[in-house]
């Protein structure tokens, strides 16, 4: 029980399925129009943030796929003390998802 927030119920959980973003279909081939456009590269599917828990939960609980375009590179140093992001990528970033978005906004 929360003292603070007497309505609210929290209900432990001793782990979580992994996830496995599609690499298949047509939301996945919008990601992949949308790093060749944005950084003139092709798109690789790697297998990093499979421990993301609540991203498979709410998969399952919402009933749809979800997707994830990482930006972060490994030179970026994922959770180190000097962890930094670059502009270059940001800007990528901005421009991939803006054109991810056009792209999917068509999909029937």
């Known amino acids: ?6 309505d609210v119920q929290f209900h432990e959980e001793h782990g979580l ?6 690499r298949h279909g047509p ?13 003139d590269a092709p798109c690789s599917f790697t297998r990093e943030g499979g ?6 939960t709410m998969e399952d609980l919402l ?5 994830f375009l ?8 994922y959770h180190a003390l000097n962890e930094n992001y670059d502009w270059e990528q940001a800007s990528g970033g901005m421009a991939a998802f803006a054109h991810y978005f056009d792209t999917v906004s068509g999909i029937k």
């Not at 029980?1 to 007497?6: E, G, I, S, T, V």
């Not at 421990?51 to 498979?56: M, Q, T, Y």
């Not at 009933?63 to 997707?67: E, L, S, T, V």
């Open 70 to 77: 990482g930006l972060s590179l490994p030179s970026h140093g």
């Open 1 to 6: 029980m929360n003292l603070n927030h007497p």
């Open 27 to 39: 939301y996945a081939e919008a990601i992949k129009d949308a790093y060749k456009f944005a950084f």
């Open 17 to 22: 399925a992994p996830f496995q973003g599609p």
């Open 63 to 67: 009933g749809c796929q979800a997707f």
């Open 51 to 56: 421990s993301i828990g609540a991203v498979k």
